[in-house]
């Protein structure tokens, strides 16, 4: 895929016309990293910001315990390491590559100057962090105010709702990572897992959850 598909398919950028997505284009830069590379760490200058073309992208913070706690998960067309860009601060968490990835990087003096001169492309920007605003919010709530079976339930109809399937969905992350995730450990998944497996709501098939029971997992939720 080029970096103008790859431009033209994020949502970050939709319905931007060709001539500023060429421009786009112009100023990204390629770069690739294998599974469980660094792309930056937490207190690192931020020079531009970046767009997953292929992989997947996990962004994290470390405890002063040394507890990973995973924030976001980001994919194909998903911007990432872009708040920084604006106010000029450093990273505030960590991004490392989940699997090997492709991505693009828009250097900071070069996309602020093409946002000048093109105001649009902020406007989409401003939509698409608008959204993960949101979704973040609702992260925290469920931290703070849940417990994690609801947690649980709330990604699971969250997966439902963005793989467009009422009847089953699939993990694209490993337990593990899902246990960072919802702020639990990997044991204490498990058992709600096997808990909810139990109660009839979900039957399990390694990454594939099937759903048994949506009102109940609404229940729960």
Do not use: W
Not at 122 to 145: G, K
């Amino acid at each position: 895929m080029t970096k103008k598909t790859t431009i033209e398919n994020s949502g970050f950028f939709a319905g931007l016309p060709s001539s500023q997505i060429d421009e786009l284009a112009a100023i990204a830069i390629e770069k690739t990293y294998q599974r469980g590379e660094t792309i930056f760490f937490e207190g690192d200058i931020s020079v531009g910001f970046y767009m997953v073309a292929e992989g997947r992208v996990k962004i994290f913070k470390i405890s002063p315990s040394g507890k990973e706690h995973i924030l976001h998960i980001f994919g194909a067309g998903e911007p990432f390491g872009e708040v920084p860009v604006f106010h000029g601060k450093p990273f505030p968490a960590t991004a490392e590559a989940l699997q090997n990835s492709r991505t693009l990087f828009f250097p900071r003096k070069e996309f602020v100057a093409l946002v000048e001169r093109n105001p649009a492309i902020a406007l989409n920007m401003l939509a698409v962090l608008s959204m993960r605003l949101r979704r973040f919010a609702t992260q925290i709530e469920n931290l703070s105010l849940k417990e994690v079976p609801a947690r649980l339930a709330s990604y699971l109809l969250y997966l439902s709702e963005e793989q467009g399937s009422e009847e089953s969905v699939t993990l694209d992350i490993s337990k593990g990572q899902l246990a960072s995730l919802l702020g639990t450990i990997p044991e204490t998944l498990s058992r709600i897992f096997s808990r909810m497996s139990t109660e009839g709501l979900i039957a399990v098939e390694g990454r594939q959850i099937h759903l048994l029971d949506l009102e109940g997992l609404m229940d729960k939720d």
